[in-house]
């Protein structure tokens, strides 16, 4: 197994700059421009940023403003004031629910205002259009690992996925559609960050970016230096937002250490104090969905107690449970290209994703044998409902079956992937149309990964790539005799999938 596909312990970075230039009052135009005063931090000095959130001319109260630390509320007439410092690069709104989520040039949220640092005092104003049809029922989309690194991976992005993706919007119905990229936008070739912008606005619904390792910037002293290049094209890298009754906060737990391309997955104390301000203004029980790249926890050490944690789950993780107790929260992440759902605690739900690349680019599945695609999530007043949409496959599409005898491991047994599974799903399987019992739940490998991955010399592509062990696999073993076979899976939903093969 080569350094890079043990990705847990090196992922390599991207090394990346843009250039700099200084700007007067912060308009609504500036957020495009997204431009740093160079040298700017040399010497500590105080700046006031006051402003207005307005509709339609008229002010919008108790709208969030922060500027990365602080977190207050607009007045009744829709004034805010910050003292803040040249050491914060931004000033941002919680996009309040009802209204639309304006969008920058390269397709991505607009939220934010870069503080001018030459002046004292900044005057800024958010202005805010009604949503043509009310928020309390939208949809969004989780796109993990993009990670672009060639121009024909860009091509397969903008030519296969997307246009999948899009089939996908079509059919929601809904003008209240938004995305949310789940970090490794790119694979470190910065100049592939115009391309993956351009399948964001072939999308034409808002994107919310989350800041993945492989979007970094290599090569820097300290974590805090690595994120100029997303910053230039995103933002800040943690903000939050709400649509209808579901509050979203975005974090980067990506923390780079300043050594070769090492980093560990971590939620520094200055996002974890701005996220206690920011959840203070959500009433506990609300609905909280936090997006960032690496997983707060996966099985996968497990299923492998010899590998190193440190680059794949988030160490200071419990602390982050405790900011987000007493709401339903669910954590959005990608960066395994493996899928898993995992029911933490009782109103904490990961959501580990499989990524639109696959196994990094090299076929059409992960390397747990999970389909390349992305999440579909439907959001009904505060309740959630999700499924996992593999790239040009049907929606009803939710698992994979093999017969007796194809899977190497298990030869006498069929087996079934389920890649969405998680502990409220049930799996049954029928012998000429008689319930058999229900399919037992095993770790393994997918067959078709093992037919695809295995070995040094598979996949062409990417040779690191191996199969991966996965929980989310399933078995059972029929007579010699049976002359048909149903395999029927049902999500936490109720949503009924089944499949009859013909012996």
């Known amino acids: 197994m080569s350094s890079r596909r043990n990705f847990i312990k090196n992922i390599a970075l991207s090394a990346g700059a843009t250039s700099l230039i200084s700007m007067n009052t912060i308009t609504a135009s500036a957020s495009e421009d997204l431009v740093l005063v160079e040298g700017s931090s040399a010497n500590f000095k105080a700046i006031k940023v006051e402003g207005r959130v307005v509709t339609n001319g008229k002010g919008i109260s108790n709208v969030s403003v922060s500027d990365g630390t602080q977190v207050v509320l607009t007045d009744k007439n829709g004034y805010f004031s910050i003292i803040t410092h040249n050491q914060r690069e931004f000033v941002f709104i919680s996009i309040p629910s009802g209204y639309e989520i304006k969008q920058l040039a390269n397709g991505s949220a607009d939220f934010f205002y870069r503080i001018n640092k030459t002046k004292t005092t900044n005057t800024v104003e958010f202005t805010l259009k009604p949503v043509a049809e009310s928020d309390i029922n939208h949809h969004f989309l989780v796109l993990a690992d993009p990670q672009i690194q060639k121009i024909e991976e860009a091509e397969q992005l903008l030519t296969e996925s997307v246009p999948d993706m899009q089939k996908t919007i079509a059919s929601l119905g809904s003008t209240n559609v938004f995305g949310i990229g789940c970090g490794d936008l790119i694979w470190d070739k910065h100049e592939l960050f115009e391309k993956y912008n351009q399948a964001v606005k072939n999308l034409s619904i808002p994107f919310f970016q989350v800041f993945g390792n492989h979007d970094a910037d290599l090569g820097q002293r300290s974590d805090e ?279």
């Open 225 to 503: 230096k690595t994120h100029t290049t997303f910053n230039n094209l995103y933002g800040p890298q943690y903000y939050s937002f709400n649509r209808g009754e579901i509050h979203y906060v975005v974090i980067d737990d990506v923390f780079f250490i300043g050594k070769g391309k090492e980093y560990i997955g971590y939620i520094t104390e200055e996002q974890l104090a701005w996220l206690e301000r920011d959840l203070a203004n959500v009433p506990k029980g609300s609905t909280v969905i936090v997006s960032q790249h690496i997983p707060s926890y996966t099985g996968y050490f497990e299923r492998n107690p010899t590998s190193s944690s440190l680059g794949a789950m988030v160490s200071n993780r419990e602390h982050l449970y405790q900011v987000l107790e007493g709401y339903n929260a669910h954590l959005m992440s990608g960066h395994t290209h493996f899928n898993e759902t995992i029911v933490i605690k009782d109103r904490l739900v990961e959501h580990c994703h499989g990524t639109v690349c696959g196994a990094w680019w090299s076929g059409p599945i992960c390397s747990d044998g999970t389909p390349s695609g992305y999440g579909v999530y439907t959001a009904k007043g505060s309740q959630l409902e999700w499924y996992y949409k593999g790239t040009n496959l049907d929606k009803n599409i939710q698992f994979r079956a093999y017969k007796a005898g194809e899977h190497p491991d298990f030869k006498d047994n069929w087996s079934v992937n389920i890649w969405n599974w998680d502990a409220k799903w049930q799996a049954y399987w029928y012998e000429d149309g008689v319930r058999k019992g229900e399919l037992v739940q095993v770790t393994g490998r997918d067959p078709l990964s093992i037919k695809l991955h295995e070995g040094p010399k598979l996949p062409e592509k990417r040779k690191w790539v191996e199969p991966e062990l996965t929980d989310h696999l399933f078995l059972f073993r029929p007579s010699k005799t049976a002359k048909s076979i149903t395999i029927e899976v049902i999500d936490r939903f109720g949503k009924v999938y089944s499949e009859l093969y013909s012996l």
